[in-house]
């Protein structure tokens, strides 16, 4: 089967510091997405983990344990804008490139 | 550089009509897929393809149908609409494995 666990809303303050975790069993496994999704509108890709180890882009950072399930986005200097939903989508291990998608966790930034 | 489009942006269907929601891609992706997304919950896979011709099921099949005829088009049919497919429903395309998929702007669906 295929379980995704996400918290479902985190709250933070402007400039702050973020971890989202998320914790995966999937029958295959070939890397792990992380998408961000505004209030109405369609997910963007933030991105992508296939080895072990942390992904640093700009403010975003991602991380990745394949022996654990377990992942994590870290998110630097928050500003207003990173208020969104963040989802977690770990990849099958076939090539078209199955993801299942957890439900999300919906973060709010506040002043 | 369009990306993936979808039309219409929002829909109001009565029980038993059918519509289809069109989905092109101008970044000849080859693999296309179809989501919805009911409130406060993840995307849920209808159906993907992974080259014109060849479609297949993901999780959440019933009740819809797809064809993928090129390689830019892939539309989704409901042919007897009902009240539990009111949703948003998000098409995207992808290069294959290990690639971002890119998502259209979505289409609200409300079913009455």
């Known amino acids: 089967g295929q379980n995704i666990d996400q918290p479902t809303e985190m709250t933070a303050t402007e400039g702050a510091i973020v971890q989202i975790n998320c914790t995966y069993q999937?029958?295959?496994?070939?890397?792990l997405f992380w998408y961000q999704q505004h209030a109405g509108e369609a997910p963007t890709f933030l991105s992508y983990?296939?080895?072990?180890g942390l992904e640093e882009k700009g403010r975003f950072s991602s991380f990745l344990s394949r022996s654990k399930g377990y992942s994590y986005l870290l998110l630097k200097e928050l500003q207003m804008k990173d208020s969104a939903s963040y989802l977690c989508?770990?990849?099958?291990?076939?090539?078209?490139?199955?993801?299942?998608f957890g439900t999300g966790t919906r973060l709010l930034v506040s002043p | 550089n369009a990306g993936v489009t979808q039309t219409p942006k929002f829909r109001i269907l009565k029980i038993g009509q059918s519509m289809t929601l069109q989905c092109t891609q101008d970044?000849?992706?080859?693999?296309m897929y179809w989501y919805r997304q009911d409130p406060g919950m993840g995307l849920k896979l209808i159906y993907y393809?992974?080259?014109?011709?060849?479609?297949d099921k993901g999780e959440v099949p019933n009740g819809y149908n797809v064809s993928r005829s090129t390689t830019e088009d892939f539309p989704l049919r409901l042919e007897l609409a009902a009240p539990s497919q009111t949703s948003v429903y998000f098409c995207?395309?992808?290069?294959?494995?290990?690639?971002?998929?890119?998502f259209g702007d979505g289409t609200r669906l409300s079913i009455l």
């Open positions: 995207a395309s992808t290069t294959g494995k290990g690639q971002p998929q890119h």
């Open positions: 999937t029958s295959g496994f070939n890397g």
């Open positions: 983990n296939v080895l072990d």
């Open positions: 989508a770990p990849s099958g291990n076939t090539g078209f490139q199955k993801l299942v």
């Open positions: 970044m000849n992706h080859n693999y």
């Open positions: 393809s992974v080259g014109a011709g060849i479609t």
